[in-house]
Antibody
Framework: QVQLQESGPGQVKPSETLSLTCVVSGDATSSFYWSWIRQPAGKGLEWIGRIYANGNTNYNPSLKSRVTMSLATSKNQFSLNLHSVTAADTAVYYC????????????WGQGTLVTVPS | QSVLTQPPSVSGASGQSVTMSCTGS?????????VHWYQQLPGTAPRLLIFGNNKRPSGVPDRFSGSKSGTSASLAITGLQAEDEADYYCQSFDSRGVVFGGGTKLTVL
């Protein structure tokens, strides 16, 4: 049974970098692709970006200038760095696995709330 | 502003049926990208409900069905039950990556 678990600080200061890690158990990160998705309180889902097993990345154009993702295959984990955060980045952050061939998200972490005070 | 447009809310009586829409454009749904649907109960992560426009993962009741035509997709739920009350999101792709709808809140009366 695949499990994804996000970890990271619950609060980040404005202008600093939000860093989260997703640990994958029961599966290898050397396949599929791995995404970060966020959800501000009371709002919808926003895709942040994805990283493939070969390290290639795609980012949401609206966040591209501030996002970097990395993959640590040996540790079965992948990470998100979101730079220069503001209060608008306050959200629940989910990691999720994109499953071929349809690349739907059928495996999700439980989500972690990150708050950026205004 | 989400790339895919969903009605903010729909409602239906217990036992009845509802349909909710997901409208995109020629850059996403209309470009022959697949549409997926997710159900999100309060305080939980989204759960995959429909993948590949009209396929159900194991464990999803056949009361849920999806369809796609042109630049739009729909999710239909028959035999509404109280536990269906949730937020529903459509998801597709464009040339730059993944796109979501803004979500539809389903109320079961």
């Amino acid at each position: 049974q695949v499990q994804l678990q996000e970890s990271g600080p619950g609060q980040v200061k404005p202008s600093e970098t939000l860093s989260l890690t997703c640990v994958v158990s029961g599966d290898a990160t050397s396949s599929f692709y791995w995404s970060w998705i966020r959800q501000p309180a009371g709002k919808g889902l926003e895709w942040i970006g994805r990283i493939y097993a070969n390290g290639n990345t795609n980012y949401n154009p609206s966040l591209k200038s501030r996002v970097t993702m990395s993959l640590a295959t040996s540790k079965n984990q992948f990470s998100l760095n979101l730079h220069s955060v503001t209060a608008a980045d306050t959200a629940v952050y989910y990691c999720a696995r994109g499953d071929p061939p349809y690349y739907d998200f059928r495996q999700w972490g439980q989500g972690t709330l990150v708050t950026v005070p205004s | 502003q989400s790339v895919l447009t969903q009605p903010p809310s729909v409602s239906g009586a217990s036992g009845q049926s509802v349909t909710m829409s997901c409208t995109g454009s020629s850059s996403n749904i209309g470009a022959h990208y697949d549409v997926h649907w997710y159900q999100q109960l309060p305080g939980t992560a989204p759960r995959l409900l429909i993948f590949g426009n009209n396929k159900r993962p194991s464990g999803v009741p056949d009361r849920f069905s999806g369809s796609k035509s042109g630049t739009s997709a729909s999710l239909a739920i028959t035999g509404l039950q109280a536990e269906d009350e949730a937020d529903y999101y459509c998801q597709s792709f464009d040339s730059r990556g993944v796109v979501f709808g803004g979500g539809t809140k389903l109320t079961v009366l």
